[in-house]
């Protein structure tokens, strides 16, 4: 698959995992595995692109003597989400036409 591509498929999840209520990096791993297989040292340098969009928050809280952080989305995360979603719809279109070209030779 194209790492463009991907890149910006594998966003569009974390932000889907964390949509209704803040989560923490293992939580959202757990969250994403019955879909879609990502490892930590993938999920947090797309976390930290998130944050710098501004498409999530992130705080520190104290969790069993360590620090954990926790990310949360925020509106213009909820919006990157919905634009997906329109957007979905035009990729799925371009999908069957090559699948459609593909098998007619």
């Known amino acids: 698959m194209d790492t463009q591509l991907k890149r910006g498929l594998l966003d569009v999840c974390v932000l889907a995992a ?20 990502i490892s930590e040292s993938t999920l947090y340098p797309i976390l930290r692109r998130l944050e710098t969009s501004g498409l999530l928050t992130v705080r520190s809280a104290e969790h069993g003597g360590r620090l ?38």
């Open 18 to 37: 964390i949509q209704e209520e803040e989560s923490y990096g293992y939580q959202i791993i757990k969250k994403m595995n019955p879909y879609v297989s």
């Open 68 to 105: 954990r952080k926790y990310y949360r989305i925020t509106p213009a995360g909820r919006q990157r989400i919905m634009d997906f979603a329109g957007d979905w719809q035009e990729i799925l279109s371009m999908y069957r036409f090559i699948v459609e070209k593909g098998s007619s030779e």
